[in-house]
């Protein structure tokens, strides 16, 4: 079984009031290409996944975005929340 753990992504965190969700697409669309490459079975996402306890519209559309493109490549997804 092939585990890829990645933690405290902070997804909707805005630096100086510029908001990150581009980068983190990037990011993420960079895991869900490394999931296909490398046969991944689960990625663990442990803690923070959300900047605030309250997080966008638009934050919580691109985290959906992110699990639903692992479920395409058959990837299991457990999420642990953070503090």
């Known amino acids: 079984m092939r585990l890829l753990h990645i933690a405290d992504l ?9 908001s990150m969700l581009e980068d ?7 895991v869900v290409g490394l999931v296909s490459e490398r046969g991944v079975d ?9 900047d605030k306890s309250m997080p966008s519209a638009e934050a919580v559309a691109l985290v959906d975005w992110f699990l639903e493109s692992l ?3 058959g990837t299991q997804a457990v999420v642990i929340p953070g503090n």
Not at 10 to 18: A, D, L, S
């Open 10 to 18: 902070h997804i909707g965190k805005r630096v100086c009031e510029f």
């Open 24 to 30: 983190q697409r990037h990011v993420l669309s960079q």
């Open 42 to 50: 689960v990625v663990l996402v442990a803690g923070d996944l959300y």
């Open 71 to 73: 479920a395409a490549t």
